[in-house]
Structures are given as C-alpha cells and as structure tokens.
C-alpha cells in the first residue's frame, strides 16, 4: 500500500483589479501581486469565496528629509496597504527607511 500525498489547491483573487490566480503549498501563505489598480504595488490577493476590500492609505503627515514608498504613478507617498473583511483586517505598513552617516 502506498500513501498520496496530495498538495492543496488555493484560489486567490483580488477584489480591485479581478485578477485570479492559484497556489499550492501546504504552510500557511498568502499571494501578492502587481496589482494596476492600486497603483502598481504590491498587494495581497484574498482567498475566493471572502468578501473583502484592499485599499492604499496614502501618507498625509508632512515627509521631510525621511525615504518612505512612493507610488511610481503619482509620486505620492504611501503609509500603508489594508485588507478588510469580515473577521478582521490586516495591514502593511510601509515604514520610512533609516539612514546614516559618519563623519
């Protein structure tokens, strides 16, 4: 007797651009992509058969000498990405880079 293993198919697909897709892995995981309409970043995709919503949060404090993610469409810095659905909301922040010097 031999056992089959047999790896699991999730569906994926993005509730801004309609985008589908499929993986299989067996760990928990979760599927980004270049999505054209949150302005060419990256952004989770949700499992189908969840209701949700991905929105870019744009940065409205005042930037200064700081390195933070801008959208290559409008130049506009972004703070953050979020997944609403109906247990919750997760987020990716998008938090300015360090810098330094020696002198």
């Not at 993986?23 to 209701?51: D, W």
């Amino acid at each position: 007797m031999t056992a089959t293993l047999v790896t699991p198919v999730t569906d994926w697909y993005c509730p801004n651009c309609g985008l589908t897709d499929q993986t299989r892995e067996t760990g928990v995981h979760i599927r980004y992509h270049t999505c054209p309409r949150l302005r060419f970043l990256s952004a989770p995709m949700v499992r189908t058969g969840i209701a949700a919503k991905v929105e870019l949060h744009e940065r409205e404090s005042y930037v200064g000498n700081e390195l933070v993610q801008c959208d290559p469409e409008r130049g506009r810095p972004i703070v953050s990405i979020e997944t609403t659905r109906d247990e919750g909301n997760d987020l990716i922040v998008y938090a300015p880079t360090a810098t330094g010097s020696v002198d």
